[in-house]
């Protein structure tokens, strides 16, 4: 989940801990610390081995060949990562640089715009379109800003490293296997430095358990597809404990969803305010 074009260098890597189940074949044991590394060198050996874990994990060669045959360690994802920052500031601070005027003109134009896409999304999942709209402009500036990282590359980089390798090499599973699902083309995922997909940031595992097509049938398209990616925001909300028609503010309802979606309590409080100022329920455009 991304703000801007590197969201996620803002703030805490979201939702890390849905780690895929499969990839607990090749976790255990003291002997993934030591097989990573602080620079490029003994990359290329550490994914020859890696492509034969995620094959015991059941990825397909042929998948695991397509994606990462041509995959090369990356400082830039690596000098990312170090710089990350953003979330010690307060509220007032952190959501007056986000929550700008004319992000909220462009998301009240968004509401109406995709307004029957919307109804359907708060029938099926009960999350108000103002939320969703909220969520989708500070994670990637409404789909613009979703990013141009091949995800293969920033994954594999950040799987090698040694700073979180456990929580990357699922990601990089969960990844290969959004190909073999059929959803995706190796090609076509590209993202935030961290590996994030789509309008709204899903880390791979993420997308691999809660992705859905708004149409209700086909593989959804969190990339090109608006709606699709706006339903499954709505479909993860929902499995976090999401309340029908209940508050988002702390203290109420819905506010721990939010955490869920990130675990900043500065970033969930600046969406439940965003959407407030898309309902029409806080100050006016002009004073920010």
């Not at 939320?131 to 979703?146: D, K, N």
């Not at 699902?181 to 309008?199: H, I, K």
């Not at 209940?246 to 721990?256: D, F, S, T």
Request: aromatic share 10%; hydrophobic share 45%.
């Amino acid at each position: 989940m991304n703000e801007g074009i590197a969201a996620a260098s803002r703030r805490p890597a979201p939702r890390l801990s849905l780690a895929v189940a499969a990839t607990a074949l090749f976790m255990a044991g003291s002997a993934l610390a030591a097989d990573c590394g602080q620079s490029g060198d003994g990359f290329a050996d550490w994914l020859g081995r890696f492509k034969q874990q995620a094959a015991d994990a059941g990825v397909a060669w042929p998948v695991i060949d397509s994606a990462l045959g041509d995959v090369a360690y990356d400082d830039e994802v690596i000098a990312h990562d170090r710089r990350q920052h953003g979330f010690g500031q307060n509220f007032a601070d952190f959501a007056a640089k986000r929550v700008t005027a004319n992000r909220v003109k462009k998301g009240r134009a968004l509401l109406i715009r995709y307004a029957e896409a919307f109804d359907a999304i708060e029938r099926r999942y009960g999350v108000p379109g103002p939320v969703l709209v909220a969520i989708w402009g500070l994670e990637s500036e409404f789909g613009a800003g979703a990013g141009d990282v091949p995800t293969f590359t920033a994954l594999a980089t950040l799987a090698y490293d040694c700073r979180r390798p456990e929580r990357f090499r699922g990601e990089l599973v969960a990844a290969l296997k959004i190909v073999q699902r059929g959803d995706l083309e190796p090609a076509q995922m590209r993202g935030a430095w961290a590996g994030e997909l789509g309008q709204t940031q899903f880390l791979p595992s993420t997308y691999l358990k809660y992705a859905v097509a708004a149409a209700g049938f086909g593989a959804a398209d969190l990339i090109d597809n608006s709606e699709d990616a706006l339903a499954s925001t709505a479909n993860f909300l929902r499995a976090k404990g999401w309340k029908r028609g209940e508050g988002w503010h702390e203290g109420e309802p819905n506010y721990a969803a939010l955490l869920e979606w990130n675990a900043a309590p500065v970033y969930a409080k600046t969406i439940a305010y965003f959407a407030d100022r898309l309902a029409g329920a806080e100050e006016s455009e002009g004073e920010h």
